[in-house]
């Protein structure tokens, strides 16, 4: 089973950037389909981006795409999420996941999850 840990949550103004890391540790991410997704208090997780376990194809939702880009690093078993013109919409407890079989935007379809990374934009 993989293990997710993300980083470079932070505290950003509007319209700044943040890069959000997703290091994975016990599988190679290559067999995986990973996702992005985003979590306010009362909601559910909110697709965000995902890339197909190749890097050859991404996915987005309609609220980020063109600000925001999912890349992998295979050597260094890391996704990544580049948030760019960030609104203070954004903010959200960004969660990265991982799975096999490939892209979901329902959060209740997978399983594997990392901690969690906080991203706060103020206006």
């Known amino acids: 089973q993989v293990q997710l840990v993300e980083s470079g949550g932070g505290l950003v103004q509007a319209g700044g950037s943040l890069r959000l890391s997703c290091a994975a540790s016990g599988r190679t991410l290559s067999s995986y389909t990973m996702h992005w997704f985003r979590q306010v208090p009362g909601k559910g997780r909110e697709f965000v981006a995902a890339?197909?376990?190749?890097?050859?194809?991404?996915y987005y939702a309609d609220s980020v795409k063109g600000r925001f880009t999912i890349s992998e690093d295979n050597a260094k078993n890391t996704v990544y999420l580049q948030m760019n013109s960030l609104k203070p919409l954004d903010t959200a407890v960004y969660y990265c996941a991982a799975d096999k079989v490939g892209v979901s935007r329902d959060w209740r379809l997978l399983e594997v999850w990392g901690q969690g990374a906080l991203v706060t934009v103020s206006s």
């Open positions: 890339i197909n376990w190749s890097g050859s194809t991404t």
